[in-house]
């Protein structure tokens, strides 16, 4: 797909920018239609601490369904109008891939068990854990880690999840060294130059396999860049003001995933989503005030402002 470019604002006038409504909204294949006028719960969650192994994995897909599960009973308790979850695969469900797609099965199971049971039409968003890292990475777009990654979006996929997203790490390195010296200009460098490269490549490729599975490739997000610099800044050990910046700095960043195909919604603890939204009229996730894995800010409201979905 040829990279897309944007020269202007989506919005010809900032009341136009409202949660629930997104120029460019996203229709499911079952009819779910996100940005259409309505903002939809986006429910997120994790397994407790610990090891995920061969032996353990019957035990992490009973968690798995029964986290789901009470999810689903009280999505029907309240008849709400459409339902999103979204996992974010841990770095095991990766590396093995089998193991992520068992537990996507498992979601599935159980929403498409609620949407026939009460009509509430739901989706999924399988989110792949980054592992192109550590001291045995041979290439950021070659090697097993890549392969990994690849072979864990196209699998997630193939066995039903709607919407694909990743936490994508390119140019991390550099930029941890930025927040913590607070270099604006490495931090310019990490988040608009080295991450804006490796996120056309692997967001080229992220929409290649939403293509050729019938998924929708949704968006990255800045969360292991801009929103450490928010952490530590809340701790005070980096000024607020660094933070802040760096927060909008990674909206070019998170960009770069739409042109290369990401169509939303944009990931829920990427902050900077409402400058992707307003650029490109994508819909995008949001998390805030009432959130309880959002970060404490006294911007809460200010995130629902125009959200799509509500983590």
């Not at 009973?62 to 841990?90: D, F, H, K, M, S």
């Not at 910046?245 to 989503?273: F, M, N, Q, T, W």
């Not at 939204?277 to 009432?290: D, H, L, N, Q, V």
Request: glycine share 10%; aromatic share 6%.
């Amino acid at each position: 797909m040829k990279t897309r470019t944007f020269n202007q604002l989506a919005y010809r006038s900032s009341d136009a920018l409202l949660f629930g409504q997104a120029a460019v909204p996203v229709t499911l294949k079952n009819g779910l239609v996100i940005g259409g006028g309505t903002v939809y719960p986006e429910i997120n969650f994790t397994l407790p601490q610990m090891l995920i192994t061969r032996e353990t994995l019957p035990e992490v897909l009973r968690i798995y369904r029964e986290i789901i599960g009470g999810i689903t009973q009280r999505a029907e308790e309240l008849q709400v109008p459409g339902l999103v979850a979204e996992v974010e695969l841990l770095p095991p469900c990766t590396w093995n891939v089998g193991w992520g797609v068992a537990v996507s099965r498992v979601l599935l199971e159980m929403l498409d068990g609620l949407s026939s049971k009460t009509g509430i039409r739901t989706a999924l968003r399988t989110t792949v854990i980054d592992v192109r890292e550590g001291r045995d990475l041979e290439h950021m777009h070659r090697g097993k880690q890549w392969e990994n990654v690849l072979a864990a979006f196209r699998e997630n996929a193939l066995a039903g999840a709607d919407l694909l997203a990743i936490e994508s790490i390119g140019g991390k390195e550099t930029h941890d060294e930025a927040n913590m010296t607070c270099d604006i200009q490495k931090a310019i460098f990490a988040l608009g130059i080295l991450g804006v490269r490796d996120m056309h490549k692997l967001w080229g490729a992220i929409r290649q396999v939403a293509d050729e599975t019938g998924s929708i490739a949704s968006g990255d997000t800045a969360c292991g860049f801009a929103n450490t610099a928010m952490v530590l800044a809340e701790r005070r050990f980096i000024p607020k003001v660094f933070a802040a910046v760096d927060r909008v700095i990674s909206a070019v960043r998170s960009l770069a995933a739409v042109e290369a195909g990401a169509v939303g919604p944009h990931k829920d603890c990427g902050y900077e989503g409402v400058y992707v939204k307003a650029i490109t009229g994508i819909p995008i996730a949001m998390e805030g005030r009432s959130s309880a894995v959002a970060h404490p800010s006294p911007v809460g409201n200010i995130a629902a402002c125009a959200a799509d979905l509500w983590s």
